[in-house]
Antibody
């Protein structure tokens, strides 16, 4: 059974960089059939796709966040990571990592999520 | 920044049937891309409920069904149960979002 687990600081100061890691277990991240992505959900609001990465390292970002987002992958550890720079209170959200099927384009597995609060 | 439009809320009594709609545009649903649905129970991560417009993953009751027509899609829930009370999100692909997806704002289902 595939499992995804987010980890990282729950509190980040304004203007700093948010950093999260997703650890995949139960399957290899090095599959040609999937993208590995980050999705966030501000408190009381809807879901927003942040970006995705392919095992080869190819990255895809939401245009609205592209200038501040970096996603990387470490296939040796079955992990992928998110960095979001210059954060503000608007970046306070539950951050989920997820697996997206490459051709059918749905997110079939999700991590439990980690709440990141931006505050001084 | 949601590109897919959903009604904010819907309600129904136990045993009833409710539908949740999702409207997109010519760059996503109307372009022929599939619609998928997720159920988010309070305090939990979203869970895939319907994929490919009308397919249910293993373990999802057949009380849940999906359909798509033109630039819109619908999720129907029959025989409503208390445990169905949740937020429901539609998702599709948009040609501007390679590798990702676009979500609706979500519909809160209240079981009366």
């Amino acid at each position: 059974q595939l499992q995804l687990q987010e980890s990282g600081p729950g509190l980040v100061k304004p203007s700093e960089t948010l950093s999260l890691t997703c650890t995949v277990s139960g399957d290899s991240i090095s599959s040609s059939s999937y993208y590995w992505g980050w999705i966030r959900q501000p408190p009381g609001k809807g879901l927003e796709w942040i970006g995705s990465i392919y095992y080869s390292g190819s990255t895809y970002y939401n245009p609205s966040l592209k200038s501040r987002v970096t996603i990387s992958v470490d296939t040796s550890k079955d992990q992928f990571s998110l960095k979001l720079s210059s954060v503000t209170a608007a970046d306070t959200a539950m951050y989920y990592c997820s697996r997206r099927r490459k051709t059918t384009r749905y997110f079939d597995y999700w991590g439990q999520g980690t709440l990141v609060t931006v505050s001084s | 920044q949601s590109v897919l439009t959903q009604s904010p809320s819907v309600s129904g009594a136990p045993g009833q049937r409710v539908t949740i709609s999702c409207t997109g545009s010519s760059s996503n649903i109307g372009a022929g891309y599939d619609v998928h649905w997720y159920q988010q129970l309070p305090g939990t991560a979203p869970k895939l409920l319907i994929y490919g417009n009308s397919n249910r993953p293993s373990g999802v009751p057949d009380r849940f069904s999906g359909s798509k027509s033109g630039t819109s899609a619908s999720l129907a829930i029959t025989g409503l149960q208390a445990e169905d009370e949740a937020d429901y999100y539609c998702q599709s692909y948009d040609s501007s979002l390679t590798g990702g997806g676009v979500f609706g704002r979500g519909t809160k289902l209240t079981v009366l």
